[in-house]
T-cell receptor, first 118, second 114 residues
Framework: AQSVAQPEDQVNVAEGNPLTVKCTYSVSGNPYLFWYVQYPNRGLQFLLKYITGDNLVKGSYGFEAEFNKSQTSFHLKKPSALVSDSALYFCAVRDVRRYGGSQGNLIFGKGTKLSVKP | NAGVTQTPKFQVLKTGQSMTLQCAQDMNHNSMYWYRQDPGMGLRLIYYSASEGTTDKGEVPNGYNVSRLNKREFSLRLESAAPSQTSVYFC?????????????FGEGSWLTVV
């Protein structure tokens, strides 16, 4: 079964420090991986995705993610955190099944709350 | 530059009442989705429409129906609301339902069933 795990419910970082939000996945075949951010009482905003190619993917707001096939990980990173980065972050993998109520679906992790303190 | 727009933003229903959540996208996308978000569970797919004229069940379809009214609009109906349907509902769209396509989300609809 395909799944995404975000092992940390919360990550606390001081402003200006680098941040990492962890994600591991389990899929059959090639993974198509996504990161979204959700601010309080708002929808999910797309940050970046890995489809193929370079293992380091750059996205919005200075975020990047590193795809590691051997460790089945897709960790989100930012070199210098901002207080405004405080939000809920979701890792997701695109469902590879074609039928049975899954075509095109995203399978989400449970989310990691990022708190950046001044 | 609206993207995915859904209404209403907030709704309180009594058990047994019905309601429809409306969703429209202006990105000329072919595929549309309805998800629900519950605390500590991420998002789960309720129904999706891979293209205009088609709809299919997702992971948690019980208690819901959908209508793909046209290419732009995809509505979600609760025929007889139950407290277990208290949740945040997100409409979303993508160019197609391919693995490479990015799914874009609306701002959410907060539904409370009492």
């Amino acid at each position: 079964a395909q799944s995404v795990a975000q092992p940390e419910d919360q990550v606390n970082v001081a402003e200006g420090n680098p941040l990492t939000v962890k994600c591991t996945y389990s899929v059959s075949g090639n993974p198509y991986l996504f990161w979204y951010v959700q601010y309080p009482n708002r929808g999910l905003q797309f940050l970046l995705k890995y489809i193929t190619g370079d293992n380091l993917v750059k996205g919005s707001y200075g975020f990047e993610a590193e795809f590691n096939k051997s460790q089945t990980s897709f960790h989100l990173k930012k070199p210098s955190a901002l207080v405004s980065d405080s939000a809920l972050y979701f890792c997701a993998v695109r469902d590879v099944r074609r039928y049975g109520g899954s075509q095109g679906n995203l399978i989400f992790g449970k989310g990691t709350k990022l708190s950046v303190k001044p | 530059n609206a993207g995915v727009t859904q209404t209403p933003k907030f709704q309180v229903l009594k058990t047994g009442q019905s309601m429809t959540l409306q969703c429209a996208q202006d990105m000329n996308h072919n595929s549309m989705y309805w998800y629900r978000q519950d605390p500590g569970m991420g998002l789960r797919l309720i129904y999706y429409s891979a293209s205009e004229g088609t709809t299919d069940k997702g992971e948690v379809p019980n208690g819901y129906n959908v209508s793909r009214l046209n290419k732009r609009e995809f509505s979600l109906r609760l025929e007889s609301a139950a407290p277990s349907q208290t949740s945040v509902y997100f409409c979303a769209s993508s160019e197609w339902a391919r693995q490479v396509d990015t799914i874009y989300f609306g701002e959410g609809s907060w539904l409370t069933v009492v």
